[in-house]
């Protein structure tokens, strides 16, 4: 891939406020928004991801985003994917010389762009896959802490799907230690600006448990309802978090108050796993650029706005 336009990038944890701001962002700059969410690739699943598709507009006039909805549910959509797909939207964007804004809050996916390691595309180990499944959760995370290689500091095991994978690319990486080198990408991070938003925690506390309110009474439980319709109680649970949660109420695991307290609690627990995946990030040389909490909007859109502006026009002298 060839970089021809730099990237932006607006990071930060779940209810941070990370695709409102991107839109102010991308009709200030005339740009476009490429999703960093790996559950919002995914159609049908839309409460439960926070795929609010009406924010990608401003004053009527639509803000053009990407890599939303481009997956059938049940399917098994991975961080290799990603990096193809995003090739593919980016150069699209450069070619129309507008400004690519990536935005999400999966590190891991951020990551693996703008580093280009080796461990994304490590293929799949069914077998492995079907074993680590009839494991706990702790007791997943307990073989994961057994491996020791250059990977361990970089992976993201915040929900169990992706525990299972790091526990795959560990076990390849211990066999062949070397092997992963075969897969690596160009490193993007050179040619990236990266801004990050990270709410205080009772604010950030206080968002989630507001919005989860919310989507349990605009449909949450009934969307996961008709999702059961076409995919198993498992498919569903490897999703996480709301899937996981509302599946076990509706197949009568949990009550209502006990999958909406345990979810809740998850949530924030996911938030916090989010903001120590940035920290580790910015520890491998990622510079974040973390916004003023105390600022307005127009002085978050002004400040990224200049950012980006001076870093263009400096990569483009070099």
């Not at 951020?110 to 009839?134: D, F, M, T, W």
């Not at 109420?249 to 924030?268: N, Q, R, V």
């Not at 996911?270 to 510079?287: V, Y």
Request: charged share 25%; glycine share 6%.
């Amino acid at each position: 891939m060839q970089i021809t336009k730099p990237l932006q990038v607006i990071l930060g944890p779940t209810a941070s406020g990370k695709t409102h701001l991107a839109v102010q962002v991308a009709a200030e700059l005339d740009g476009e928004i490429i999703s960093a969410d790996s559950r919002q690739v995914y159609r049908e699943m839309d409460i439960g991801t926070g795929k609010d598709l009406g924010e990608y507009q401003l004053a009527g006039k639509p803000v053009p985003y990407h890599l939303i909805d481009i997956a059938d549910a049940g399917t098994q959509y991975n961080v290799n994917d990603y990096q193809h797909d995003f090739e593919k939207v980016y150069e699209g964007i450069a070619s129309r010389n507008r400004v690519p804004i990536l935005c999400g809050g999966s590190g891991f996916y951020i990551y693996a762009l703008l580093k280009g390691h080796a461990y994304s595309a490590i293929p799949v180990n069914e077998s492995l896959r079907a074993k680590l499944q009839e494991l706990s959760n702790e007791q997943l995370l307990a073989r994961f802490k057994t491996y020791s290689t250059d990977y361990q500091e970089l992976a993201d095991t915040s929900t169990r799907k992706r525990l299972i994978r790091a526990i795959e690319i560990s076990e390849y990486l211990s066999a062949d230690p070397a092997a992963g080198n075969q897969f690596a990408k160009p490193d993007l991070a050179q040619q990236s600006i990266i801004f990050g938003l990270n709410p205080a925690v009772e604010i950030r506390r206080e968002r989630i448990s507001t919005r989860l309110n919310q989507r349990l009474e605009n449909g949450l439980v009934e969307e996961v309802e008709q999702l059961l319709k076409k995919l198993t109680p498992d498919q569903l649970i490897y999703y996480g978090l709301e899937y996981k949660y509302i599946t076990l109420y509706l197949t009568g695991e949990l009550d209502f108050a006990t999958m909406k307290s345990k979810l809740e609690t998850e949530i924030h627990r996911f938030a916090k796993r989010q903001m120590t995946f940035f920290r580790k990030m910015e520890k491998d040389g990622l510079a974040i650029h973390w916004l003023n909490d105390d600022w307005n909007e127009r002085q978050k859109i002004e400040y990224i706005a200049q950012q980006y502006l001076g870093f263009e026009a400096q990569r483009s002298k070099s």
